[in-house]
């Protein structure tokens, strides 16, 4: 995950109606190819009486995997435009199933496309995205006569500042992507006049809300 990625920041529902068959849409963040597999069979469990559950996952981590299937619909109409969806939109780590109740009147491959097409992009919308990267914690312990300067310093330049912690002298921790790591040492170095070192205390994940298109 060098790079990061972007998938769904919560799950998400839709539910369409064409001509007579209902499909419903559940999207979902996950981390690993059994949680996707688990997510489906949750699904499954949910609705068992309905006459097809379609879905596509993608995940990247030390390998990248994806899958896809049709669940009994023609081939290519069910599963394929799913993983489309989840492709256009750049998502990975991310789940998406369609469940289909039929409703007794054919609507042909192309309609089916669209109904698959149309209900997974509905849940997607629903989850919304966040992109994701490797992040750092960098500590900095400050004397009372510094901490507020660069307390503000570090706020007004768009640094993600955690909650000071005071006691003989005040410590500052900022949450930062990897990559920023030397340029946060150096920005608390500069608004410091070198009297505040800041130095890598330990590894997170960085999550940010994406806008809808």
Not at 29 to 46: H, L, M, P, W, Y
Not at 86 to 95: D, F, T, W
């Amino acid at each position: 995950m060098a790079d990061g990625f972007i998938t769904f920041a919560c799950e998400g529902e839709s539910r369409i109606e064409i001509s007579k068959s209902e499909f419903i849409g559940n999207s979902c963040e996950v981390k690993t190819a059994q949680e996707a597999e688990d997510f489906v069979a949750k699904i499954r469990s949910t609705y068992p009486d309905a006459r097809h559950v379609c879905y596509a996952w993608r995940v990247s981590g030390e390998t990248f995997m994806q899958k896809y299937s049709d669940d009994g619909e023609p081939s290519g109409t069910g599963g394929m435009p799913i993983l489309n969806v989840l492709e256009k939109r750049g998502v990975s780590n991310a789940v998406i199933t369609v469940t289909r109740y039929f409703g007794g009147i054919l609507l042909g491959k192309g309609g089916l496309v669209r109904a698959y097409t149309e209900a997974a992009s509905e849940a997607a919308n629903a989850s919304g995205l966040v992109s994701v990267c490797n992040g750092i914690v960098c500590s900095m312990e400050a004397g009372y006569d510094m901490s507020e300067k660069l307390l503000y310093a570090l706020n007004n330049a768009g640094w993600s500042v955690q909650e000071p912690e005071y006691g003989a002298n005040v410590i500052i921790r900022v949450t930062c992507p990897a990559a920023k790591e030397g340029e946060l040492i150096s920005f608390v170095e500069d608004k410091s006049f070198g009297r505040v070192k800041a130095a890598k205390e330990g590894e997170c994940l960085i999550r940010e809300p994406l806008p809808q298109n």
